[in-house]
């Protein structure tokens, strides 16, 4: 991969305005795409409106148009879709992660979860299907609880796998259209949410922890799962594929 190779393209994120979505946007800015972002905050969509837009203008000719839009509601994110078309490629990072052990889950709960991580991603990427020009893709975004349970997150990997089950589905569903689908699967990523939600110490723990149990010794960030993503947009030979960024957590004995 190059800079450069994302030149006269446009790619749209929804959820791209924090974390894995945002380093997403940015590097497809720096390699030369027109980017779209969205999510369900004004706030996170202003503030990545003005700083994407600085790194838009060291990019060539690139440029930036930051909505707020729920993700969960299928008739808007539709419309959405519809307003910025065509588009080359789709990347779908943007949903709530909740720490639900069986013990606490309740129905409204798990609908909730699927409704954010599963079923938005899913009808975003029906709806995309008549946008996007051939040779594009879309972009779906899993996680290592698939792979490797993770206590008190039984939702999470339930999700998890269902997505990497569509990701491979859709790549045979939408070949006719020219369009590949692929998935990345992040493991433990910093990406900023771990510290607000602990004290300092909790924080220093926890990573001490996670990072202590994996081969590269350290948590993921978000421009290594983002440089995955553009991996698999600009790849015209990938489909179907699970690409896990995880750190090795599957070597753990």
């Known amino acids: 991969m190059a800079a450069g190779e994302l030149d006269g393209r446009k790619v749209v994120v929804i959820g791209g305005t924090k974390g894995i979505g945002y380093a997403t946007a940015e590097m497809a800015l720096a390699w030369g795409a027109d980017v779209v972002v969205a999510s369900r905050s004004q706030e996170n969509v202003a503030k990545a409106n003005e700083s994407l837009g600085k790194s838009a203008g060291r990019a060539s000719k690139a440029t930036v148009t930051a909505e707020v839009l729920d993700g969960r509601d299928r008739t808007a994110t539709a419309a959405f879709l519809a307003?910025?078309?065509?588009f080359d490629h789709l990347a779908l990072p943007g949903s709530e992660v909740i720490r639900m052990s069986m013990e606490?889950?309740?129905e409204d709960g798990a609908r909730a979860y699927f409704d954010s991580k599963f079923w938005g991603p899913f009808?975003?990427?029906?709806?995309a299907r008549a946008h996007i020009r051939r040779g594009g893709s879309i972009t779906f975004?899993?996680?290592v609880a698939n792979r490797r349970p993770i206590a008190g997150y039984t939702m999470g990997g339930a999700v998890d796998g269902a997505?990497?089950?569509?990701t491979r589905s859709l790549a045979?569903?939408?070949r006719d259209a020219g369009i590949r689908v692929n998935c990345v699967s992040p493991g433990i990523i910093d990406t900023g949410i771990g510290q607000a939600?602990?004290?300092?110490e909790e924080w220093a723990e926890w990573e001490r922890y996670h990072s202590e149990r994996q081969p590269v010794r350290r948590l993921g960030r978000p421009e290594e799962c983002a440089r995955a993503g553009i991996y698999l947009m600009t790849n015209g030979f990938v489909t179907g594929e699970v690409l896990a960024v995880d750190g090795g957590v599957e070597a753990i004995p």
Do not use: K, Q, V
């Not at 009808?123 to 709806?127: G, I, L, Q």
């Not at 939600?197 to 300092?200: L, P, V, Y």
């Open 172 to 174: 045979w569903e939408f």
């Open 197 to 200: 939600i602990r004290t300092a």
């Open 104 to 106: 606490d889950l309740d």
């Open 123 to 127: 009808w975003a990427a029906y709806e």
């Open 83 to 86: 307003r910025h078309a065509p």
């Open 141 to 143: 975004y899993s996680g």
């Open 163 to 166: 997505i990497d089950a569509l």
